[in-house]
């Protein structure tokens, strides 16, 4: 696995006994469940215009990924928005 520069100093600062893991509370415990039920939650329906060789090829990937392709869809925007996807320029 690789880490980033921040992770690294985190694992060696646990690893040599300079950070502790502690319990989270129930606070805590219900503000993460709700972190997370928030970061699954669709809850903008949204009309696109897309040109049909778009929309098959996107049809046709969904397929091959078991998956609908509205899911997809919203994968690559959701990662787009996320930095995870970058247009070929900018990797130059």
């Known amino acids: 696995m690789q880490y980033d520069k921040e992770e690294k100093e985190i694992l060696e600062a646990y690893e040599s006994g300079v950070m502790k893991l502690s ?43 078991g998956i609908p392709y509205q899911t997809l869809i919203s994968g690559i925007i959701h990662r787009y928005v996320e930095g995870e996807l970058v247009s070929k320029k900018d990797n130059k």
């Open 23 to 65: 319990t989270p509370s129930k606070k805590e415990i219900e503000a993460i469940k709700a972190a997370a039920k928030n970061t699954f939650k669709k809850d903008r329906r949204i009309t696109i215009r897309l040109f049909d060789h778009d929309f098959k090829g996107i049809q046709k990937k969904a397929l091959q990924m």
